[in-house]
């Protein structure tokens, strides 16, 4: 309190670490050099996945309407853009877009979560959990989803750990072989339940972050934080469970 | 009331600590927490050892200077602070566990003691108006709309005690920075300095070692003051706006 008086009286403290020459902090160093912005950053590129996610989604969907169909989607998100943009030039700037997104929303995760356990270097003897075990799963949970983002392009997109045969271009066949193999259907369901879990805490966090967030819109936010993460688990799993029921074959 | 009590007992800053456990008899359910630490203390000293060391001045919830961790929760089982909680609360023959504030920005000081100025240099760096105000000014001759004063009021409630840190499982110290920054920053009075304030106290909370807020919720939890978690969305919005216009 004393502090507080002598504030009063004293000039405020320069801060010489976020000024630009004009002596106003540039943007980007603020942001970065924050953990409010740090967030900011988390939650913009975690809603641009979440974005992409939706549209993958509904895209997968479609394979209940035949190989055709599903190919056909397929071949058009490499014509989409045209005749603007040349083949697969849309499909490598969403690529480009969403490997900037995965990068930044990692590289944040890392050095926050660095922070965040050295910030307690002696831990309690008497633990109590009081958070839901979707908040509590974020870190692990974001690791789990890396590791299966690296596996799934490398077994639907570039087919080096394919089972049996990839054929490019026939992604319907693809993916009922992925999804005949009990390993395939086994990491596959792991990551979805993960990612609902993050998600779910996730989509919430990032509307607080974001500023979004108040006492009157927090019932709004939770429930649509569920019901993305219901739907997009949901809508994900739909598709091994359909191949392992023989629905589509 | 016959209780156990395992304590944390550390006899410097430097040097190690340990749980010890206490038998303690002859307490009664109408005391605070503080006046059953008082009672082991007495028989400490009796006995011829050091007292428990820790942390207390008004004893009537609204200084801040008390408070440990009870069972794993900040300020024990119930909303309140650990002067005003009362041994009604714990039932004969249960073992409670006692515990200094954790996180490396509040260095114990000696068992239960722990070193809070982290949360004076963040005050200190922007926590006031910086405008001489003189004596108390003509209550209407700044107009504050109804819901604003409501909000600064909420915010206004913190004591500063360090809960929302202990309890958070990151020792984010989010919602007691937020609490100051919206407290004042809502009002006319703290209008001028509205962009520095949120982005110097928030720097000071970085560099003071905090860990960031991963919206758990346990901060709110804990709070003896009922600052809500909406608070810390309220900060950000304040500092990504300041960020935004690129404050001085």
Same mark, same amino acid.
């Given at each position: 309190?004393l502090?507080?008086?002598?504030?009063?009286r004293?000039?405020?403290?320069?801060?010489?670490?976020?000024?630009?020459?004009?002596?106003?902090?540039?943007?980007?160093?603020?942001?970065?050099?924050s953990?409010?912005?740090?967030?900011?950053?988390?939650?913009?590129?975690?809603?641009?996945?979440?974005?992409?996610?939706?549209a993958?989604m509904?895209?997968?969907?479609?394979?209940?309407?035949?190989?055709?169909?599903?190919?056909?989607?397929?071949?058009w998100?490499?014509?989409m853009?045209?005749?603007?943009?040349?083949?697969?030039?849309?499909?490598?700037?969403?690529?480009?877009?969403?490997?900037?997104?995965?990068?930044?929303?990692?590289?944040c995760?890392?050095?926050?979560?660095?922070?965040?356990?050295a910030?307690r270097?002696?831990?309690?003897?008497?633990?109590?959990r009081?958070a839901?075990?979707?908040?509590?799963?974020?870190?692990?949970?974001?690791?789990?989803?890396?590791?299966?983002?690296?596996w799934?392009?490398?077994d639907?997109?570039?087919?080096?750990?394919?089972?049996?045969?990839?054929?490019?271009?026939?992604?319907y066949?693809?993916?009922?072989?992925?999804?005949?193999?009990?390993?395939?259907?086994t990491?596959?369901?792991?990551?979805?339940l993960?990612?609902?879990?993050?998600?779910?805490h996730?989509?919430?966090?990032?509307?607080?972050?974001?500023g979004?967030?108040s006492?009157t819109?927090e019932?709004?936010?939770?429930?649509?934080?569920?019901?993305?993460?219901?739907?997009?688990?949901?809508?994900?799993?739909?598709v091994?469970?359909?191949?392992?029921t023989?629905?589509v074959s | 009331?016959r209780?156990?009590?395992r304590?944390?007992?550390?006899?410097?800053?430097?040097?190690?600590?340990?749980?010890?456990?206490?038998?303690?008899?002859?307490?009664?359910?109408d005391?605070s927490?503080?006046?059953?630490?008082?009672?082991?203390?007495?028989?400490?000293?009796?006995?011829?050892?050091?007292?428990?060391?820790?942390?207390?001045?008004?004893?009537e919830?609204?200084?801040?200077a008390?408070?440990?961790?009870?069972?794993?929760d900040?300020?024990?089982?119930?909303?309140t602070?650990?002067?005003?909680?009362?041994?009604?609360h714990?039932?004969?023959?249960?073992?409670?566990?006692?515990?200094p504030?954790?996180?490396?920005?509040?260095?114990?000081v000696?068992?239960? !003691?722990? $070193?809070?100025s +982290?949360?004076?240099?963040?005050i /200190?760096? @922007? %926590?006031?108006?910086? =405008?001489?105000?003189? #004596?108390?000014?003509?209550?209407?001759a700044?107009?504050v709309?109804?819901?604003?004063?409501?909000?600064?009021f909420?915010?206004?409630?913190?004591?500063?005690?360090g809960?929302?840190?202990a309890?958070?499982?990151?020792?984010?110290?989010?919602?007691?920075t937020?609490a100051?920054?919206?407290?004042?920053?809502?009002?006319?009075?703290?209008a001028?300095?509205?962009?520095?304030? !949120?982005l $110097?106290?928030? +720097?000071?909370?970085?560099?003071? /070692?905090? @860990? %960031?807020?991963?919206? =758990?919720?346990e901060? #709110?939890?804990a709070?003896?003051?009922g600052?809500?978690?909406?608070?810390?969305a309220?900060?950000?919005?304040?500092?990504?706006?300041a960020?935004?216009?690129?404050?001085r």
């Amino acid at each position: 309190m004393l502090l507080m008086a002598l504030a009063t009286r004293t000039d405020r403290k320069q801060r010489t670490d976020r000024k630009r020459a004009d002596g106003r902090p540039s943007a980007v160093r603020t942001l970065w050099g924050s953990t409010i912005g740090k967030k900011a950053v988390m939650a913009v590129s975690g809603l641009i996945m979440l974005g992409y996610l939706v549209a993958h989604m509904f895209g997968n969907l479609k394979i209940f309407f035949g190989a055709a169909e599903f190919n056909g989607y397929a071949h058009w998100l490499r014509t989409m853009g045209e005749p603007i943009l040349h083949y697969e030039w849309a499909l490598w700037i969403v690529r480009l877009v969403l490997v900037a997104a995965v990068v930044l929303h990692a590289v944040c995760a890392y050095q926050l979560s660095r922070r965040d356990l050295a910030a307690r270097p002696t831990g309690y003897a008497h633990r109590r959990r009081r958070a839901s075990y979707a908040t509590r799963t974020m870190r692990w949970g974001g690791i789990i989803l890396a590791l299966f983002i690296v596996w799934h392009i490398l077994d639907l997109t570039t087919g080096t750990v394919h089972s049996g045969g990839f054929q490019p271009g026939h992604p319907y066949q693809n993916v009922i072989d992925t999804f005949s193999t009990w390993y395939g259907n086994t990491v596959y369901l792991v990551a979805m339940l993960a990612l609902g879990l993050h998600v779910q805490h996730g989509f919430w966090s990032a509307a607080q972050t974001l500023g979004v967030g108040s006492a009157t819109r927090e019932r709004m936010l939770k429930a649509t934080a569920n019901a993305l993460a219901l739907v997009l688990t949901a809508g994900f799993v739909a598709v091994p469970v359909a191949v392992m029921t023989g629905v589509v074959s | 009331m016959r209780l156990t009590l395992r304590v944390w007992r550390q006899p410097g800053a430097d040097a190690p600590g340990a749980m010890v456990t206490y038998p303690l008899d002859g307490i009664s359910e109408d005391m605070s927490f503080l006046e059953m630490l008082d009672t082991l203390n007495e028989e400490l000293i009796l006995k011829g050892d050091e007292p428990v060391a820790f942390d207390h001045d008004c004893r009537e919830g609204i200084c801040g200077a008390c408070g440990v961790v009870i069972n794993g929760d900040a300020h024990g089982p119930e909303r309140t602070t650990t002067c005003q909680l009362h041994m009604r609360h714990f039932a004969d023959g249960d073992t409670i566990d006692v515990e200094p504030w954790r996180a490396g920005a509040f260095p114990v000081v000696r068992d239960l !003691v722990v $070193d809070r100025s +982290a949360f004076d240099r963040i005050i /200190g760096s @922007g %926590g006031y108006i910086t =405008a001489p105000t003189g #004596a108390a000014p003509e209550a209407h001759a700044t107009p504050v709309p109804k819901p604003d004063a409501d909000f600064a009021f909420e915010h206004a409630e913190c004591i500063g005690c360090g809960a929302c840190v202990a309890a958070c499982p990151n020792g984010s110290a989010m919602l007691f920075t937020s609490a100051k920054v919206n407290h004042l920053n809502v009002l006319p009075q703290g209008a001028p300095e509205r962009e520095t304030r !949120v982005l $110097d106290m928030v +720097a000071t909370m970085d560099e003071e /070692g905090f @860990g %960031g807020c991963t919206l =758990a919720g346990e901060c #709110a939890t804990a709070c003896p003051k009922g600052i809500p978690l909406p608070s810390i969305a309220a900060m950000n919005k304040e500092w990504l706006r300041a960020a935004r216009r690129g404050a001085r």
